[in-house]
């Protein structure tokens, strides 16, 4: 819970000052013992700590955002919504639309192509392969039955 002082109850600066509970209990307990001085260096100290403390996440969150830029998916999300944007009719499920057009943005259709092409080559390989494998299979049967007779 915070606590807010005006300037006249805090006697500390000139504005209105938001101060956590053990700020307030350090502001209470000091004041009758302590010139107006020292309760302003306490405070620094535990504003200093405070802010440090602030610090630390915003530096992580700094580091994590550059890490996704130069991953390059803050601009494929950044596509995707734009697309999902400037789309004339709005899908009925937005997650599904981005879920499926997140994978296929760094695809263009130039880079695609070959590997379009590169599947339409192999899948014929694979039915001449299978065709010659069954007349070589034939081929075999028509020899086993000899061998068989003459054992």
């Given at each position: 819970m915070l606590t807010t002082f005006s300037a006249p109850q805090a006697k500390l600066c000139t504005t209105s000052v938001v101060l956590p509970?053990?700020?307030c209990a350090l502001l209470g307990a000091t004041r009758q013992h302590k010139a107006l001085s020292d309760i302003r260096s306490e405070l620094k100290v535990v504003a200093n700590a405070i802010m440090a403390h602030y610090k630390a996440p915003d530096s992580k969150r700094e580091q994590?955002?550059?890490?996704l830029e130069k991953a390059g998916v803050v601009d494929s999300l950044t596509?995707?919504?734009v697309?999902?944007?400037?789309?004339?009719?709005?899908?009925?499920?937005?997650l599904e639309f981005v879920k499926d057009n997140l994978g296929t943005s760094s695809l263009s259709q130039?880079?695609?192509?070959?590997?379009?092409?590169e599947v339409i080559d192999l899948r014929q390989k694979?039915?001449?392969?299978?065709?010659?494998?069954?007349?070589?299979?034939?081929?075999?049967?028509?020899?086993?039955?000899?061998?068989?007779?003459?054992?």
């Amino acid at each position: 819970m915070l606590t807010t002082f005006s300037a006249p109850q805090a006697k500390l600066c000139t504005t209105s000052v938001v101060l956590p509970p053990v700020v307030c209990a350090l502001l209470g307990a000091t004041r009758q013992h302590k010139a107006l001085s020292d309760i302003r260096s306490e405070l620094k100290v535990v504003a200093n700590a405070i802010m440090a403390h602030y610090k630390a996440p915003d530096s992580k969150r700094e580091q994590f955002r550059r890490y996704l830029e130069k991953a390059g998916v803050v601009d494929s999300l950044t596509k995707v919504l734009v697309d999902l944007y400037e789309k004339q009719e709005k899908p009925d499920n937005p997650l599904e639309f981005v879920k499926d057009n997140l994978g296929t943005s760094s695809l263009s259709q130039g880079s695609s192509y070959p590997l379009q092409q590169e599947v339409i080559d192999l899948r014929q390989k694979c039915a001449s392969l299978e065709e010659e494998n069954k007349q070589l299979r034939t081929k075999l049967l028509q020899y086993e039955p000899e061998e068989k007779a003459a054992e």
